[in-house]
């Protein structure tokens, strides 16, 4: 077997190298710094919303009645109602949750907290309707109510719903 001698420059092959790889190489680069940027903007976002946590739960049980209170967004649905996301989130969540910002979206709070409420109540009469007709075997869809027509079902002894995590059975309203 005979070997032939091979010439390689270097300089070129190292050019071609880095032309090839450093397009690649930048966009990695510059995912890294848009991925750690998003991280750093969630470790912020979680502060802010570990610190309108207690501000939350106070204005639940000082701003609203007894009968919205009972149906109120847990603190895991809050976080989505749009203006504690955009109070959060607002500025890179760099700055800190205080009583001043809140106050100014305190009546957007009632008023998401409201619709929020609204929806449950209707979810849970749609709830009760599936059931009652999943074992009377005829589908038909939940009509139409009005809030007070949902108030008065679920006030009804049959709205009682069971946790399926604990034996307790607890009325709604």
């Excluded at 995912?31 to 912020?44: H, M």
């Excluded at 049980?61 to 007894?66: E, F, G, I, R, Y």
């Excluded at 007709?133 to 679920?154: F, G, I, N, S």
Aim: charged share 30%.
């Amino acid at each position: 077997m005979r070997y032939f001698p091979v010439s390689v420059d270097l300089s070129t092959d190292r050019g071609l190298v880095w032309k090839v790889s450093r397009p690649k190489l930048e966009a990695l680069i510059k995912q890294k710094r848009e991925d750690d940027r998003r991280a750093e903007f969630e470790a912020r976002l979680r502060e802010r919303y570990a610190e309108f946590r207690p501000i939350y739960e106070e204005f639940i049980h000082v701003a609203l009645p007894d009968h919205v209170r009972d149906f109120a967004p847990n603190w895991a649905d809050a976080c989505r109602l749009p203006c504690i996301v955009e109070l959060a989130s607002s500025d890179g969540a760099f700055p800190r949750i205080n009583g001043a910002r809140v106050a100014t979206i305190t009546t957007r709070l009632t008023a998401e907290v409201h619709e929020a409420v609204c929806q449950i109540k209707r979810d849970l009469v749609e709830m009760l309707h599936r059931e009652y007709h999943q074992t009377h075997r005829d589908a038909l869809p939940p009509p139409p109510l009005e809030m007070a027509q949902v108030d008065a079902e679920l006030a009804k002894a049959t709205s009682l719903f069971i946790c399926h995590r604990c034996p307790l059975q607890t009325a709604v309203s």
